[in-house]
């Protein structure tokens, strides 16, 4: 079976698809961090930083309608959280709302934090879909390690990365040949069944790693990952990486 | 000049830590460049024999790899020397991309940079996977798993190759490519597979083993033609009386 839920598009063919990861990561880092930092009402900032991502989504030839579908089904978690924030009182310390019918009301600087809080997740989330369709996860994982990641940090992501796959067939396998021998039984007997499924899973799993861990000492492993060799950043990285300093300016000069 | 021993074992018995008995009294000699088949029925103790080789289990008698006995303080020098390949590649390759898992080997023996991706370019192309660097292991077809699985020992540069069941779950057109593609290494091969086709066309000997026991050793042709033998072990007499004809004429 073919997986690729956790990195769509990060196949495609494109100049900002085979930049070095740390240079995406980084700026892509910082823009969250500028755009989160600045105050609300920094329009021309977020003008700016939406225009940049946008430009680099397009560059990167990726379909626009989907990303921002992407950064729509992040939103409604969002704004379960924010849409209560215009009903608090703007001097009320300890919150409180005013939920008495007639008197509704929803404060300015409420209103205020809601936007806040829309704009820089918009942003946010813009800039992490951007990085994960324009980076494998491989890539992600070994930029990471570059930039001073910790090793067994990394180590664990790529094990989780290239085992969630086999772990996810294995559970549709287990399924497959439960409903095939399941006629929709009591609710009860199901729960069993499921039970049943976690162990097994959880044991398969158990050997999986024990045969692993013997490829990998077949393979000389003595308890620690090897270096993995260095990339040298290019002439392409290091125009990307200016979008770091270009808005860390703006951010300084402008909100 | 007589060849060289590659391969001793002697009294080797195996009980695996739940009591279950799966090597019983095993002696076993490889010669250089040889490669030899292992066969026998599910359960046998073919995969318990091949883990012998290089140290991931330990029985009771004694396993000598190019005359350095497999022990403890040695499996850094065993394990370079003999490359095991697991039957599932799934266990095989566990790193983020094709390359990594090729690379794995080399950077573990302490080579170079530059030595390691030699190693590695020259080990996919031999398995014919030209290119394939940057894949991950889950977006690849089993024929191409079980060649990248193969790949990860070749650039080690091992002098013994140890495959368990190279060929399980590959349609024809799979196994047909992974045999030429092992035929073309050089090195000394002990192949553990239960289709006597693939024994055929990789083998010159052919180690029979049933219950923990090993049957017979015996060259292939003469395997084909014992009749009683390959009745025993479930093997086709005319398919094999076939092939021997085939071989001689
Ligand atoms: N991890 C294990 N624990 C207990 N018994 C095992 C284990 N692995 C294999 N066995 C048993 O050891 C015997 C030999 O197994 P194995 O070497 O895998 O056979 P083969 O590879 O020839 O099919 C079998 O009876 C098997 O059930
Ligand atoms: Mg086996």
Redesign the pocket.
Known sequence: MKHSFLDHHSHTESPIHHLDARAKIIVFFTFILIGVSSPPTSFFLFGLLAIALIGIALFARLPLVHLLRKVLVVLPFLLIVAISIPFMKKDGVGGGYNLGLGSLSISRSGLWVLWNVVIKSCLGVFSIILLSSTTTFPQLIKGMEKLGSPKIFTMLASFMYRYSFILIDEVYRMKRARDSRSFGGRWLWQTEVIGHMIGTLFLRSYHRGERVYLAMLSRGYQGTMPETTASRLGLGEIVFLCFAPLFLFLRITFA | MTPNKVVEISHLSYH?P?G?P?LRDIHLEVYQHESIAIL?P???????LLYHLNGTLMGEGEVIILGIPVEKNNLKEIRRRVGLVFQSPEDQLFCPTVFDDVAFGPLNMGLDEEEVRRRVTKALETMGLRGFEGRSAHHLSEGEKKRVALATVLSMDSEILALDEPTDNLDPAGSRLLIERIRSIPQTKII?THHLSVAVDLCERAVLLDEGRKIEDLSMRDLLRGRTLLARFGFDADYAQWMYSRSKG
Do not use: F, L, Q
């Open positions: 695996y739940d279950t799966a026998g599910n359960g046998a103790g073919k995969s318990t553990v």
